[in-house]
């Protein structure tokens, strides 16, 4: 944060009206040093700072209220904010999450309610990674948010809606800033190796062509990382005999090293990709589970985890149409369990693809859950006196039992006995479909259900030393 002295309020973190203007040090990462210092030079977000668009033109007519910037690394969030911090008249501050304390928050808000009494003069409060504020923290703005004492500016690569509290976010608007394309990002190094005065024109620099295609490709979207693997790049490579850094491909690979892929076990991609896996194998693509797998287990995810998903997605989505699913998914993650990564991953591999391939059917979820609702919310039957165990005298005395027909002294293994209560007679839960093993399952219990509907007169008919469980 940069500090100077506002020599009106005494306050120790204003600073100067020169600092507006100021330009990156001359060692600075590039892509500090290129930063752009209007809107019309910030690319891929046209969407919310084109022309005419409301944020343009709070901000163009410094009418700016509290804004919450989200979007992924490298999509021009602390670049929004200095081109605000460059264009308005009012005092501006940047904190960072990661390293400021209660403390130091707490001076900056009072020097802005004394600046706001004194002077009527606005505030801007930039606070890099909000998501990182505690509540207690973000609890601390939302007064001087509400007064009007500061409008707050957080950039935030976690959703809002999960880590923001939301008394600051109903008072603040949510800007959504994407990815940038590649088309995006090649313009953007290709201004930085034609810039003389904070690019990287001054080395001579000669980078191919398919390098850049190649960085722009697998930068995924983030300019911050394309650039320094850009100046990365030009500042390793040896001059030829005429000065010039000349940066093939294969040279443009091994600065770009491997790629960190955008995911995070605890925040939002966690979840987004677990739901784009299971329902890429609920539609039965095995090339999008690979793919979500991938993700997921590069990523850094506990692969169990991803087993227990898998687990539960054989008994939820594939059901009885393939009784085998539940079982190969419970040998996948005995093998994730025994020999871990990365050798388990190829077991994760194969139960995708088999769950993708599998007949599905929801079923017995479906069934379950409506058994579910009848139990919660309907009155609690007793169970039919038929069906009762009775292992004592006083028991068999009050009836329990009487009129069991035990299933296997029928001729068709099934007896003519409802097994609901009364309120609940010819309730059906479970709707098996045609696919698959459930077919057949289907079949058995439709030809049981009218072997059951010959008589509804219950009686016993029980083999002598048996129990009557």
Known sequence: MTRGRDTQTGSLFSPPESSREETARKDAPLAVRIRPRSIDEILGQEEVLGPGKPLRRAIEADTLRSLILWGPPGSGKTTLAHVIRRMTRAHFEALSAVLSGVKEVRAILEAASIRRRR?????????????RFNKAQQDALLSHVESGDIVLIGATTENPSFEVNSALLSRSRVVVLKPLGEAE????????????????????????????????????????????????????????????????????????????????????????????????????????????LARMIEGGEDPLYVARRLARFASEDVGLADPQALVLAMAVQQAVHFIGLPEGALALAELVVYLAAAPKSNAVYVAY?????????????????????????????LGYAKGYRYAHNEAEGVSQMECLPDTLRDRRYYRPTDRGAEADLAARLEAARLIRKRSSAPHAVKPAGESVV
């Open 119 to 131: 002077e009527d003069r606005r505030t801007i409060v930039f606070i890099d990674e909000i998501h």
């Open 369 to 397: 859950g409506a058994a579910v609702d009848d139990a919660l919310k309907t009155r609690a039957a007793p169970v039919p006196p038929w069906i009762r165990n009775a292992p004592t005298r006083l028991m068999k005395d």
């Open 185 to 292: 990002i090649l313009a953007i190094l290709r201004s930085a190796l034609a810039d003389a005065e904070r690019g990287l024109a001054a080395l001579a620099p000669e980078v191919a062509e398919e390098a850049l295609a190649f960085l722009a490709r697998n930068s995924d979207g983030d300019a911050r990382t394309a650039l320094n693997v850009l100046e990365l790049s030009v500042v390793t490579a040896p001059g030829d005999v005429e000065g010039r850094r000349v940066v093939d491909q294969s040279a443009m690979e091994q600065a770009f090293a491997r790629k960190a892929l955008l995911y995070d076990r605890a925040g939002e991609e966690h979840f987004n990709i677990i739901s784009a896996l299971h329902k890429s194998i609920r539609n039965s693509d095995a090339d999008a589970g690979l793919y979500w």
